[in-house]
């Protein structure tokens, strides 16, 4: 058991930093491997895409697309996934199969926002599954081999999204 005043680093890992202007001896002396005059040699200078005054590259190109803060991100599964971890006996076929079975079996990775059923690969197993939604072909090959999805997806309702309802004076 080592001991608190013997913990050291594992050989090689760390690094000393370089000391700069201590002299010409030790190669980074005079001006500390900054060159000669100029902007970029003196300190304070944070010019990253700084094109001289003429406007920059960044700001000349136009804006594109948009990133919805609001989208959900699923875990998505094939069918072939779910077919090799029944095969490998990971996934029990005659049990219900659900977000933390997929979890449990190592299928998934994490749960995200919920689990999406996906129609690549074929599935021969008789499966009855719970996922947040599936597409309609994975819908159609589960069916098609004698199983059920079922999707946790909530139904839209017809009220307007974001808009606020308007109080009418009668």
Do not use: C
């Not at 902007?39 to 000349?60: D, N, T, W, Y």
């Amino acid at each position: 058991m080592t001991k608190l005043n013997e913990l050291a680093p594992a050989p090689g890992s760390t690094k000393n930093r370089m000391r700069v202007g201590r002299g010409p001896g030790s190669g980074k002396g005079k001006t500390a491997g900054r060159g000669v005059k100029g902007q970029k040699a003196r300190s304070g200078v944070a010019i990253a895409g700084f094109e001289g005054g003429q406007m920059p590259l960044h700001m000349r190109m136009p804006k594109r697309g948009f990133n919805n803060p609001f989208a959900l991100e699923f875990a998505e599964v094939n069918l072939w996934r779910l077919e090799q971890a029944i095969a490998a006996g990971k996934l029990d076929a005659k049990k219900a199969i659900d977000a933390a079975a997929l979890l449990a079996a190592g299928v998934i990775r994490r749960e995200r926002d919920g689990v999406r059923l996906l129609g690549k690969g074929e599935i021969k197993s008789k499966i009855n599954i719970t996922v947040y939604s599936a597409s309609a072909a994975a819908k159609a090959a589960v069916e098609a081999a004698g199983g059920s999805v079922t999707t946790t997806q909530p139904v839209e309702s017809d009220a307007p999204k974001g808009k606020l309802q308007k109080k009418v004076k009668a």
